[in-house]
């Protein structure tokens, strides 16, 4: 087929002609498909870039993570192009929400694996007790600990998120929630180990 007409290059295009590109390819115009394949090759670019502009630096291997997610992510929902701006500019889109999604997770997890360090080891019977958030990051995994989260009452899950996720001092959290500091620690502490026990008992952790 004469892709002449396409008026496309891998540095850019217009919405309206971009849109017919992309229409081509989800017809199976295996010249329009590699068109698009070429186009696409901007997500590297915008990853690498994006991660400087918006100061998250990641490492290398999260940022070919974020390439695959892009990639992954783009090219099934192609059919929802409109054409309201050129195909880079869609995809600089992707990139950008895959990457701010990225460092949520790395910054959640950092997090969450820091917990227990200092303030559940002035709990009661903490010598005893292993050190939650550690493990489980490690026998868990980040998915698991939002699931756990979401089965908390209102008050335990936004005490546990506002402290061990957003770093909120207990005292804040406390006149938050019109509750004394010991009450957060207490309240932060049975969350947490409720948690625990109902990962070991899905038989998930060590």
């Keep these: 087929m004469d892709t002449s007409s396409f008026a496309l290059t891998s540095d850019g295009g217009t919405g309206p002609t971009d849109l017919i590109l992309v229409q081509r390819a989800a017809s199976g115009d295996k010249a329009a498909v590699e068109e698009v394949l ?3 090759s901007c997500v590297v670019r915008f990853v690498y870039r994006l991660n400087k502009t918006l100061g998250c630096n990641l490492p290398s291997d999260a940022l070919e993570d974020v390439v695959q997610q892009v990639y ?3 090219w099934p929902r192609l059919a ?4 309201a701006s050129a195909l880079e500019s869609w995809v600089y889109g992707f990139c950008r929400n ?3 999604s990225e ?4 910054r959640m997890q ?12 002035q709990q009661p019977h903490t010598n005893a007790a292993p050190r ?3 493990q489980l990051v490690r026998d868990e995994g980040i998915f698991a600990l939002r699931e756990e989260l979401e089965k908390l009452k209102p008050v335990e899950r936004e005490a546990v998120v506002l402290r061990h996720l957003e770093g909120w001092s207990f005292e804040t959290i406390a006149e938050r929630q019109g ?5 957060v620690k207490d309240r932060c502490y049975r969350a947490m180990m409720k948690m625990k026990g109902r990962l070991k008992s899905r038989d998930v952790s060590a």
């Design 110 to 121: 950092s997090r969450v694996a820091t917990v227990a360090d200092d303030d559940l080891d």
């Design 132 to 134: 939650i958030g550690e």
């Design 179 to 183: 509750l004394s500091a010991s009450t």
């Design 72 to 74: 992954i992510g783009v």
């Design 98 to 100: 895959c990457l701010r």
């Design 38 to 40: 070429v186009r696409l």
């Design 103 to 106: 460092l949520r997770r790395k």
């Design 80 to 83: 929802e192009f409109q054409g």
